[in-house]
T-cell receptor
Framework: AQKVTQAQTEISVVEKEDVTLDCVYE???????LFWYKQPPSGELVFLIR??????QNEISGRYSWNFQKSTSSFNFTITASQVVDSAVYFC???????????FGSGTKLNVKP | GAGVSQTPSNKVTEKGKYVELRCDPI?????LYWYRQSLGQGPEFLIY????????DSGLPNDRFFAVRPEGSVSTLKIQRTERGDSAVYLC???????????FGPGTRLTVT
């Protein structure tokens, strides 16, 4: 069975602080994909990144970076120099090779205060 | 271009009634997913369509839930004999094909009284 755990329910930081959102996943499949989505207060989920299980290279996109470690089954997301606009709920998700089904974590609510 | 749209945005119904929720995917997107999101939870997969066929409906909670996509574009999620536990936001997402990123709609908030 597949499972995604986001243990941090809510995090509050002050603007310009760095923050890391944790994601731990479970699967016995060797081919899978991991995702991060952002759900701002307006409600629509926005895709941020996808990684496949064969690519453990870290990725950086502007202030966002992702650390994928198969050894610990983790796919953590770091926001550097956070901004108020980063306030949202962030979801980590897992899909198997066929993309038929997606498993989402329960989300981490990030509050960035000015 | 236009994103994924869902109608209605809000639906209030009485227990036991039948409801239909509509999803208009992005034009040309062959993959379509339905999810249910309860308050404070992540989206829960319901069903996945590739074209007109349901490739995976293992997430439908019971036989009161049914979804169709007859022409491979618009999809309708149908719920019979609604129960209070069906209250949630129902999300639709589409992608160009499998393996491409999903674009989510704004959701339909269903309230069963």
């Amino acid at each position: 069975a597949q499972k995604v755990t986001q243990a941090q329910t809510e995090i509050s930081v002050v603007e310009k602080e760095d923050v890391t959102l944790d994601c731990v996943y479970e699967t016995r499949d060797t081919t899978y994909y991991l995702f991060w989505y952002k759900q701002p207060p307006s409600g629509e989920l926005v895709f941020l990144i996808r990684r496949n299980s064969f690519d453990e290279q870290n990725e950086i996109s502007g202030r966002y970076s992702w650390n994928f470690q198969k050894s610990t089954s983790s796919f953590n997301f770091t926001i550097t120099a956070s901004q108020v606009v980063d306030s949202a709920v962030y979801f980590c998700a897992l899909s198997l090779y066929n993309f038929n089904k997606f498993y989402f974590g329960s989300g981490t609510k990030l509050n960035v205060k000015p | 271009g236009a994103g994924v749209s869902q109608t209605p945005s809000n639906k209030v119904t009485e227990k036991g009634k039948y409801v239909e929720l509509r999803c208009d995917p992005i034009s040309g997107h062959t993959a379509l997913y339905w999810y249910r999101q309860s308050l404070g939870q992540g989206p829960e997969f319901l069903i996945y369509f590739q074209g007109t066929g349901a490739a995976d409906d293992s997430g439908l909670p019971n036989d009161r839930f049914f979804a169709v996509r007859p022409e491979g574009s618009v999809s309708t999620l149908k719920i019979q004999r609604t129960e209070r536990g069906d209250s949630a936001v129902y999300l639709c997402a589409s992608s160009l094909d499998i393996s491409y990123e999903q674009y989510f709609g704004p959701g339909t908030r269903l309230t069963v009284t």
